[in-house]
């Protein structure tokens, strides 16, 4: 018998994810939190261990209320995923397979090309405007869906409120997908959640637990959106995708404000400092709304082996779609010092 791959999927690269650094300070690929877990979730796993012989609640029915109660919307309205990585492989299965077109930035977020290929749709790059997403020249293109990730990534731009509800308005596509992944480490007022428009049933959002909840391990993510949407999704996921240590984490986390708030507050000044730090020494470093900044250089390979002799891994911006640049998550203070020595 021969097994045959289906022919698109030779045309795949997989997602290739940030190196480890030696020390948790000198991590910076991966845009993971540098601040220290909150002590309730940690309780929250704890107690949550106790049960690990019995199977999750499928729809993290606990975690979905509490979502449901801070964004208000219906909690049929929203679905928990497995990283919001899986929920974003469950709407190109649902929405894009056999023929569905795909519409993003250029660079766009890896794993929404990846998903997109993997079930054979066509995929349209739109080049970046002023590092930003070009949204009047994306509604022009008919698709399947239109993926926006605000703030960008790999570049921590962000377009306004009033910008999505105008391409939202504008769009061909059939679906807008807004990715929030970064949106809590925003200061800029134009800067603003897309909710109101997953509320109405105008566009899908997606939020991850791990960037301003530190939840990069347990691999939670959701989405808000049109009810119908949700049930289809609901069809195809797989049932347990998420775990029950994972699901308390993730409801002590929601409810854990005051952890959320000293998370952001180190971004935002750990990011001024950040960007300062490379300017003076001489990188062209782009405005960044999100927990990491972009530095565009010639050398990118030189820029990263600075960092590498200090014990700094930072992420090339080939390997994300933008050669000639590399992306530094914000770090911790400590992080901060080994970045000053490296640039020093
Ligand atoms: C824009 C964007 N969306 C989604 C994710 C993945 O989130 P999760 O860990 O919830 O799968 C990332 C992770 O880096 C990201 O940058």
């Not at 029950?244 to 750990?270: E, G, K, M, P, Y």
Request: hydrophobic letters at 45%.
């Amino acid at each position: 018998m021969t097994l045959h791959t289906r022919p698109w999927l030779d045309s795949v690269a997989p997602y290739v994810p940030g190196r480890r650094a030696p020390s948790p300070d000198g991590s910076m690929a991966s845009n993971e939190s540098p601040v220290p877990t909150s002590q309730r979730v940690v309780e929250a796993i704890a107690s949550a261990a106790a049960s690990a012989t019995r199977y999750p609640d499928p729809l993290a029915d606990a975690l979905r209320a509490e979502l449901a109660d801070q964004h208000r919307v219906h909690p049929d309205q929203i679905l928990v995923g497995n990283g919001s990585d899986e929920l974003i492989f469950l709407l190109a299965i649902a929405y894009l397979a056999h023929g569905g077109r795909a519409i993003c930035a250029d660079p766009a977020y890896q794993v929404d090309q990846i998903s997109a290929r993997i079930v054979n749709a066509d995929v349209s790059g739109v080049p970046l405007r002023d590092w930003a997403h070009d949204l009047e020249a994306m509604a022009q293109l008919p698709a399947t869906i239109a993926y926006v990730v605000n703030p960008h990534n790999p570049t921590g731009t962000v377009r306004s409120r009033a910008d999505l509800q105008r391409f939202v308005r504008a769009a061909r596509a059939d679906l807008v997908v807004i990715d929030e992944a970064y949106i809590d480490f925003t200061d800029d007022p134009a800067a603003r959640t897309a909710l109101p428009l997953a509320r109405a049933g105008q566009a899908v959002v997606l939020r991850t637990f791990s960037k301003i909840d530190g939840l990069a391990g347990l691999r939670v993510g959701y989405l808000v959106g049109d009810r119908d949407i949700v049930a289809t999704l609901r069809k195809i996921r797989a049932p347990f995708s998420v775990g029950s240590v994972a699901q308390a984490a993730a409801l002590a986390a929601a409810r854990d404000h005051a952890h959320r708030a000293r998370v952001r507050s180190h971004a935002i000044a750990h990011r001024a400092d950040l960007t300062c730090l490379l300017r003076r020494a001489g990188y062209q470093v782009i405005p960044s709304q999100a927990n990491f900044v972009c530095v565009i250089t010639p050398d990118e390979a030189g820029l990263l082996d600075r960092l590498a002799a200090h014990g700094i891994v930072a992420r090339p911006g080939s390997a994300l779609g933008l050669p000639g640049s590399v992306r530094i998550s914000v770090p911790s203070s400590r992080g901060l010092a080994l970045l000053a020595a490296a640039l020093g």
